[in-house]
């Protein structure tokens, strides 16, 4: 429990956008995985950034942990309050402050979806292109380094945060990028900050503001699909399409299991085994010309039944299909929840970690679906659980440490994109080696009391 006192001062300055109601605290405790609820002791709703500041700084005098809330999209348990302490939901700070357009760069408040974004965007001619399916706060899309379907041909989070606004564990805000928040396309003034935050899941400070950049809205847009007879025929077709010079915007996999689903529970009306989804931006005729080629490399590693449509209604109801297919595949097992691979290779070992994973699967109890971002390695195990059955939760939990072993042997990572929370800790050390520990010490640093996030991301915090 947090002090009365703190819980006065918290209300006397916030009123009624100050929280202890126990079905906001369950609703700021769960995953949207295999995460137990952890919830925290208050809910906190600013408006401004002094607001977020003065939260930090009452509870950072009494020692009382501060964890970043934008939508609960994230899947491995990073905003969760596994000591308690103050949520600081930022769905209030949601504001598009300022669009540059000339600058191609955008100025907004953390609590501001990815979808609410692009609609504010849509008269400009520009768009905001990183996209992990679900309609995530860009807050928490920069805090955990997101990317998705997109990244192939537009790149990650890291790519597109140009500046930031943060408050400190000891209550100062900050701006990264320099005082003006990033606007200069390049500076070689100090220390990056600004990539220093940007994954930092929220241990480092809260993010407030955010400056990021923008691309022009794509001429046309062309969508495909298209069969393979197995998984290394896909990844082989991805890696001769790249090597031609052909970036499609979007390139996705998914195995024979989830098209079963998909077509079962979605009318997806595919042939039943593995397929590339994929999306081309560009000019009329480059789109033409790179579905057309892209069309060909398939026919060369065996796909059958590709087709290339510029239709609205049709590439719409392909990626709604994509974006829904984590519900539809926990749908496949009702009352399930599941754990999550995450881990990304290289593209040149990606069919061989796939076949790997996928018998791992097959000698398995546990169905596992399995889909993914091919076009740069990484792919997601979708490990189905009954919630009431711990042993399956155990065998879950082992498939996907192997899983992510045998990606760090490959050359890879234990999360591409969904980053570390409480879910991937124990895989860091294996990973980043001494690093880790230097990571601690910046930890220390910025937050010597561990009151940000604590118990996330890095060793002992």
Known sequence: MIPDDLTRALAAMLGDRLSTGKSDLALHGRSETWHPEMPPDAVAYPETTAEVAEVVRLCAARGVP????????????HASAPRGGVTVDFRRMDRVLEVLEEDMLVRVQPGCTRVRLNEELRATGLMFPVDPGADASVGGMASTRASGTTALRYGTMRDHVRGLEVVLADGRAIR????SGGLARKSSAG????SLFVGAEGTLGLITELTLKL?????????????????ASAIGCVIDATAMGIVP????????????????????????????????????AGVAEAAERFGAAATDRGGAGYAWATEAEARTRLWDMRHRAYHTILRSRPGSTAVVT??????????????????AVAASPIPGPILGHV??????????????????????????????????ALGGTATGEHGVGLGKLHHMEAEHGAAWDVMGLVKRALDPEGVMNPGKLVRGN
Not at 191 to 194: M, N, P, Q, R, S
Not at 344 to 357: K, T
């Open 66 to 77: 501060v964890i970043g809330w934008g939508t609960g999209t994230a899947l491995e348990g």
């Open 176 to 179: 990264t990028g320099g005082v």
């Open 191 to 194: 220390y990056d900050l600004t």
């Open 215 to 231: 691309h022009g809205q794509p001429e046309a847009v062309a969508a495909a699909v298209c069969a393979f007879p197995d998984t």
């Open 249 to 284: 915007a979007r390139c996705e996999f998914v195995d024979a299991a989830t098209v079963a689903i998909l077509n079962d529970l979605d009318g997806a009306g595919l042939p039943v085994g593995p397929h590339l989804l994929l999306e081309f931006h560009g000019s009329d």
């Open 342 to 359: 995450d881990v990304c290779v290289p593209v040149s070992r990606l069919g061989e970690a796939i076949e790997r994973a996928a018998a």
């Open 375 to 408: 076009g740069d390695g990484n792919y997601h195990a979708i490990l189905l659980v009954d919630r009431d059955r711990p042993e399956e939760l155990e065998e879950a939990k082992r498939l996907s440490d192997a899983m992510v072993r045998d990606a760090q």
